[in-house]
Every structure is written in C-alpha cells, then in structure tokens.
C-alpha cells in the first residue's frame, strides 16, 4: 500500500503562485509515475502533469504548460507542483495519485491508470 498526502494548497489572487507537496510513504516504489489531477465543481477530472518517478520524464496539460512545474525528490518520495501565474480558472480541488505499475509514455496522462490517491487539497484563484 501507498498513502499520499497532499499539501500547499490555498487561496491566492489571479497572477500569484502557490506549491503543492504530494509525500508517498508505505511501501516504496522504485519505479512508476506519479501525477497531479484536478477537479472543478461539476467537472470531470482532468490530468494537470506527471513525472516519471526514476527518469523524471515529465509531462503537461496543455492548459498548464509553461506555468506549471513538476518536480520530485526521490529521497524524500515526495512530488512537488509548482505553479504559477495562476488564472481563476485553474480553481479546483488537486489530486496527486501514483501508478506502480507504468507501461511509458501517455499512459501518465490518464486518471483510470493510477492505483493510489491522496485526499485532494483545494486550490482557489481569485479574480
């Protein structure tokens, strides 16, 4: 088993920046991917990045490309997210999830590939 935990998230004025912190503990992982999800009320969840967990290949939503940064800290087992220049669109609950079982490529991008889910920390852009 993989417990996330998800931290950082926030209310912040349209322009500004805030970093996420998604830590995995439980059993460790060595190889797989790890991503960012969200979800805005009354939508369905959508892929936000990834970051391969040995190779830290990275991957991006078009929406969010060139504002947001994945990175992890492989000997903490923690991902980060840090975004910036924040629209009030991007309000929406961020999940960080962990798939343990990674088959490459674009496979990183799809929600029903993940196994384990952290809780979800708010993220509110005020206009």
């Known amino acids: 088993q993989v417990q996330l935990v998800e931290s950082g998230g926030g209310l912040v004025q349209a322009g500004g920046s805030l970093r996420l912190s998604c830590a995995a503990s439980g059993r460790t992982f060595s190889g797989g991917v790890m991503g960012w999800f969200r979800q805005g009320p009354g939508k369905e969840r959508e892929f936000v990045a990834a970051?391969?967990?040995?190779?830290?290949?990275?991957y991006y939503a078009d929406s969010v490309k060139g504002r947001f940064i994945i990175s992890r800290d492989y000997a903490k087992n923690t991902m980060y997210l840090q975004m910036n220049s924040l629209k009030p669109e991007d309000s929406a609950i961020y999940y960080c999830?962990?798939?343990?079982?990674?088959?490459?490529?674009?496979?990183?991008?799809?929600?029903?590939?993940?196994?384990?889910w952290g809780q979800g920390t708010q993220v509110t852009v005020s206009s």
């Open positions: 999830a962990a798939d343990t079982n990674y088959s490459g490529g674009y496979a990183a991008t799809r929600p029903e590939r993940y196994d384990y």
């Open positions: 970051v391969t967990w040995r190779g830290g290949s990275t």
